[in-house]
């Protein structure tokens, strides 16, 4: 039965309304000791709705809840925030766009999925039965029992039939995505005359590289008209960039001195003790192994100590200095050949029984197919695979330690029981635990301030000015380094923990300077130098781009002038070049033999030449070229039929991969989360 533990579990549910309200309420009162401008601060726009601070929260709590998952790392923190603004695009994008062009889930539909008529991720998802793999529709039916006396679960059923008319109606938007996709015969003809046919012949060119830049002019009228008339390219995300200097907090040569006798101190205590596991508890550095290991899983120097019972270190090693002892013995199997049966932790006697009945004869993948509610390997008969020993933990040590070859052993561990079946048991060896005590190598607390306060000197010194900044940099030896930060980003490129940074960054304005922030092992101070909000990048940002562009245009239109003749040998002469052979292009073809260059555009206009024809001349990426095709050889890889099915699969494939980042273009969002979340 499915009971709200489950969707909790597997699906979601949201926080106490009363919870959430009152975080929320909390939150809002600290408006003005978190830099809060108004009442409820706009954190973004979603297709012209303003998203508010409190509505961003109440979002992310209830996805946080839905998801189980919390703030434990950056990682974990960003999936959420790109949850929560997900879930926002849907509310505000998708829903009414939905509603716009007549797409619904009809009752009669919703109906056909709760009884398992049609299926639905988000349903089987919260409802499939782990024995069978299918939809369990009693457990639907008990759920729904249970929903009309709890109020929490009858909104956790609200919040299902949300996300089940959702997943309904994106696939019915998707499928007349799809449905418009349509592959003509032209396509086609082309396609199989691209995967067909490969040419070869003669080609004569001159690259543009030798053609000096002073034979050409560039004027300021150039780089505008080009700018405008291609503005497109320049199309850009709003950014923010800093210059920021880092001051590495690195250990000294006292440090390293210091680190030494106190790993070589500890290393005498270490050895003397005869509580080996108590003194490494307590120990903040030390740590016992939940596993055992064996002589081939260590170092030969770590084995040559710890297998006779002595002590390994104190050694330097991978920038740490470490040590380790032995806790306990155990001879046990090198390898582990086993299959298991999953059970509730609830289903004690069922396990007993199945114990029973299993050392008696039974079959053990029949029974794990038809008990075991783990379906990942229930249905491979409860196969598990051959692991090592060291691969074991807690209660699983003992209970394997020594087992044979045909044993079926009962482990309760956790929140699980399971029955496991050995059916490969290699050899006993000695097995060690291992409590080790690591020192890494790390700068002292004097020298992190130290290194503070050479931070600190820097930031006095670099307020006012991006001269100021600059200046103070030189006087400190430290090179400033630029990031540019676009709207969204939650961190700086190349630096960890650089969440704090990147806040401050959204919300300073240019010529501000940071407080000394501690990013992963360093300080880092930064100013903002710039802030860009316009949809295009200017021509200023982009102008040696464009000049190199315009630069080729007007060398093209250079050698093309000179270009005269009428046979291939005549033109070459003209070009002051030769002719030579290329071969082995084909449609797809981007490095065009011969020619020895990436020239896409090359290789589309020989694929679309006749035999004997000299052609125009090609604009390339590198330089002007003119060809004549001697030859094309035609094969049988494609048919007309396998071109269209390809051609349609892939354009269909295409259209729905693209769908939705179209939509979220055409709505133009503005994500202004950063300076909060």
Known sequence: MASLNTLRTKFGILLSIIIALALLAFILSLKTEMGFTGNDPRVG???????????????????????GMQESDEQQSAMLAN???QALITKYVLTPGFEQVGIRMTEPERMA???????????????????????????????????????????AWTQLNDQIRMESMFQKYAGLVKGGVYVNSLEV?????????????????????????SLVEVTNGDLKAYYDSHKNMFKQTPSRTISYVVFAVDPT????????ETATEVGG??????????????NRNGKVADNYVSKAQLSDEEAEALMADKMYGPVLKNNEWTMSRVVASKMAPDSIGIRHIVLPYTEDALADSLLTTLRNGADFAQTALRYSVYEATAANG????????????????????????????????????????????????????????????????????????????FSVNAKGSSEAFADAAAEAAITPRVAQIMQGDRTVRGLEDSRELTRWAYGAEPGDLSEVFSVGKDYVIAMLTDVDNDEYASLEKVVSQVRAQVLRDKKYDYIVKSLSGTTLEEQAASLDSEVADFSDVTYETYFVNGVNALEPRLAGAITSSEKGVVSAPVKGMSGVYVFEVGDIQTSEKQTAEGERVRAQAMAESMAQQFVMPAIQQMAKIEDLRGKYF
Request: proline letters at 3%; zero cysteines; aromatic letters at 10%.
């Open 253 to 260: 040569d006292a440090d390293l001195k210091a680190l030494e």
């Open 45 to 67: 726009v979603i297709d012209g709705e303003k998203i508010n601070y409190s509505e961003y929260y109440e979002q992310y709590e209830q996805v946080k809840s839905q998801s």
């Open 269 to 282: 205590e270490f050895a003397a003790t005869s509580e080996v596991k108590s003194f490494v508890r307590a």
């Open 83 to 85: 949850a929560t603004w």
């Open 113 to 155: 999925v709760l009884s398992g008529q049609q299926y639905s991720q988000s349903l089987y998802s919260a409802f499939a039965d782990p024995r069978t793999g299918q939809l369990n529709v009693d457990a639907i039916s008990q759920f729904l029992a249970q929903a009309e006396s709890n109020p929490e679960a009858a909104r």
């Open 382 to 457: 409860g196969e598990v695979g051959i692991m090592p020993f060291s691969a074991f933990n807690g209660e699983f040590i003992d209970a394997l330690a020594s087992a044979k070859q045909g044993d079926i052993v009962k482990i309760a561990s956790g929140d699980a029981i399971q029955l496991i079946q050995v059916y490969r048991a290699d050899k006993p060896t000695k097995h060690i635990q291992v409590a080790t005590i690591t020192y890494p190598v790390i700068a002292s607390d004097a020298t992190r301030r130290n290194v503070h306060n050479m931070a600190g000197t």
């Open 189 to 213: 003809d082309r396609g199989v005359a691209a995967a067909n046919n490969t040419y070869s012949g003669k080609w004569a060119g001159k690259r543009y590289s030798s053609v000096p830049d």
